[in-house]
């Protein structure tokens, strides 16, 4: 059985805390697990495919529409203000330092670096806050002219002047922020979208349920076991918090309301271009407060 966090090991000192984290819990828990590598380019879905996961994290997202039932872990709860002590996080509308755009209503038009429709930060979510604000029946942006499948190559995309926006997740910024601030030292955030549930751990539906059962006691108890404190404060969490599979719901429900009414992130001829920067909050409001949420007990329902 495998043990992978390749979503958020943005840095090499990341992935190191990753690893450190997820053996000890599985220490703790008396289960053997192999910590594995796969990294990129190597698909991301085809790790989750595997039938010996057993602590990996997954994008709630894919979790969600599985036609199989992944056992669900527990989610990582970010320990920034901003994340509010719950199982959260946001999409980031990134741009470079030196843009001259002031609004994302602004760069309408452009090309947007995004990922693959399977993602939820970096796909329906951000597709989710354009159309709070109207739009319907189109895109408001033109694609890149090469695929953008991870956030690293998101950010590769912007800082080179291959893409005007990009759309990245949160978490990642901020653990790039603490490991790698070089990385995104020429990037800015123009809009920070509503919160959505926290990609989780999880192992595939035929790992015993006693084994899932330990390793998600052992997650829930991270917190107060000293030898993970270090990795724990290198990743910026706080602390796992129990989660439902109806906690992802929401996510299903948002890429499906943007389906009905035709909405993409990108298209060779997008709408609105040129349009109102009244269609958007100005930035000062959009990074000091995000769409707000009904989130108010990380173990209440996230839907």
């Known amino acids: 059985m495998i043990a992978n966090a390749r979503m958020y090991s943005v840095s090499p000192q990341a992935s190191q805390a990753w690893r450190t984290l997820l053996m000890r819990v599985a220490q703790r828990a008396g289960v053997a697990l192999d910590y594995v590598e796969h990294d990129a380019p190597a698909p ?23 036609p199989v039932r992944y056992r669900l872990l527990a989610a990582p709860v970010p320990d920034l203000p ?30 947007l670096a ?8 970096g796909y329906n979510a951000p597709r989710r806050y354009l159309m709070e604000f109207g739009l319907v029946d189109g895109a408001l942006y033109l694609p890149t002219e090469d695929a953008t499948p991870t956030p690293q190559d998101v950010i590769d995309a912007v800082v080179a002047g291959r893409a ?39 192992a595939s ?8 059962a330990r390793l998600r006691e052992a997650l829930l108890d991270a917190h107060r076991d000293p030898d993970c404190a270090e990795a724990l404060a290198s990743l910026r969490l706080s602390r796992f918090a129990a989660m439902e599979p109806g906690d992802y719901r929401r996510l299903v429900r948002w890429a499906r309301e ?8 990108t298209a060779a001829t997008p709408v609105l271009q040129g349009a109102s920067q009244s269609l958007l909050p100005p930035v000062s409001q959009a990074l000091s407060h995000p769409l707000s949420d009904s989130l108010s007990d990380p173990s209440g329902p996230l839907a």
């Open 44 to 66: 991301i879905r085809a790790l989750w495919e595997r039938d010996d996961c057993a602590c990996v994290l997954m994008c709630g997202y894919p979790f969600a529409t599985a």
């Open 205 to 212: 539906p035929g790992i015993d349920e006693d084994v899932a």
């Open 164 to 202: 005007e926006v990009g759309v990245v997740d949160s978490y990642v910024l901020d653990l790039l922020r603490l490991h790698a601030p070089q990385r995104i030292a020429a990037l800015r955030t123009l809009a920070v979208t509503q919160s959505s549930p926290i990609p989780p751990l999880v």
């Open 258 to 265: 943007a389906d009905r009414a035709g909405v993409a992130l």
């Open 114 to 121: 995004c990922m693959l429709p399977e993602s939820n930060s």
């Open 82 to 111: 901003r994340y509010g002590g719950l199982p959260r996080y946001f999409s980031e509308f990134i741009v470079r330092a030196d843009a001259s755009c002031t609004s994302l209503a602004q760069t309408f038009g452009t090309r």
